[in-house]
């Protein structure tokens, strides 16, 4: 299955790692996740039965399932005094610069009486993280609109949870349309792990020096806020609508191609994908059956994104290049139909991680072996020399 990599044992560094969770062929466009295709289990599956899988190297019986569900469930409120927080932000604020503060400030609700030694502890902070990042991204939201927090309710799904914590008001509480929720929870899957990315690599780095969970993954939240990663869904659908309608497309392209022009096509091109991203085929989909659903004929902006892909993957430069739509191309139009604002893209896609990033935290710190990483660098600065007074500079 693909090079595993190896380094010399001297070379102590988590650049390199051997991993079980995720397998990515970039030239074929497979994705598996424990080695079961994302294309079945986007179908088949939902999101904390992958978050079982992922954790846990197996499918769960119908047993574990239900304990596992029971667990997240009866873990999604947090600490009250959190509340107070989300305070100290301006209303405008970023959801993800919320985000990212209040996960790190989990450190100092959860993790005190939690040692990341004990394989349990270590569960209990995997739990812990799951069930709570969508109540957290939900109320980065409502303190964003100067709405009221939303409690996590009981007698919901995952998705359709963090729909209600999103959109209900007290006033009038949202109902989630099961499709809808399914459609929320498959986005969920397809964001869930994907190797040694950006942030996974951020999240293993800052693990690998004993930081507990929760400033683990608040610093892989910021490393995935990046337009150049996860701050690509956002970017690409604010590119859509700028781009507005089919006929301005050809001058985008244009600047695309053009190196003198810091523009790039957003949601397209991958470090790995070098084919068409498999999430982006199911996203794409996915996108014809929220619109549908939701009555939205003609979405203006999901017809310039299928012409702006049609017309890429018949244009020498990106064919050449090998650049296809990414997970992020398609996500947006999704998100926007069912109501999030572009800034709440990246904080879904954050939430949906969590579980790929402490799924691989997990991996690294049950190896007996592993060590503190050190990547290394190539000198390239002056040769040795003797200081200068500054009269003689
Ligand atoms: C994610 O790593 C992961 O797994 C990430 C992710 C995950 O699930 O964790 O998949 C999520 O981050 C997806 C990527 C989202 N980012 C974007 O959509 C931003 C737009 N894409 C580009 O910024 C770019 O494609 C990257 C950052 C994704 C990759 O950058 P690279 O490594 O420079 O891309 P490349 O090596 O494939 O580029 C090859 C060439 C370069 O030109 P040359 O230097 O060869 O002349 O293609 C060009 C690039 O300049 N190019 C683009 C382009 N992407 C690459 N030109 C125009 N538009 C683009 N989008």
Redo the contacts with the bound molecule.
Sequence with gaps: QGDVFTFDPGFTSTAACESAITYIDGDVGELWYRGYPIEQLAQKSHYLEVCYLLLNGELPSADQMEKFEWLITHHTMVHEQLHYFFRGFRRDSHPMATLVGVVGAMSAFYHDSLDINDPHHREVASIRLIAKLPTLAAMAYKYSLGQPFVYPKNDLDYASNFLHMCFSVPAEPYHTDPALARAMDRIFTL?AD??Q????STVRLAGSSGANPFACIAAGIACLWG????G?NQ??LEMLQEIGTVDRIPEYIRR??D?DDPF?????????Y?NF?PRAKIMKESADEVLDLLGIENNPTLQVAKELERIALEDEYFVS???YP????YSGIILSAMGFPTSMFTPIFALS?TVGWISQWKEMLGDPDSKIGRPRQLYIGSDRRDYLDVAKR
């Design positions: 964001h994907h190797e990315n950006a942030s996974t337009p150049a990663h996860g690509a970017a690409a695309a191609k190196k790039r096509l957003m949601g397209f091109g991958h470090r790995v070098k991203d290049k090998k650049l990414n997970v992020d191309f991680r």
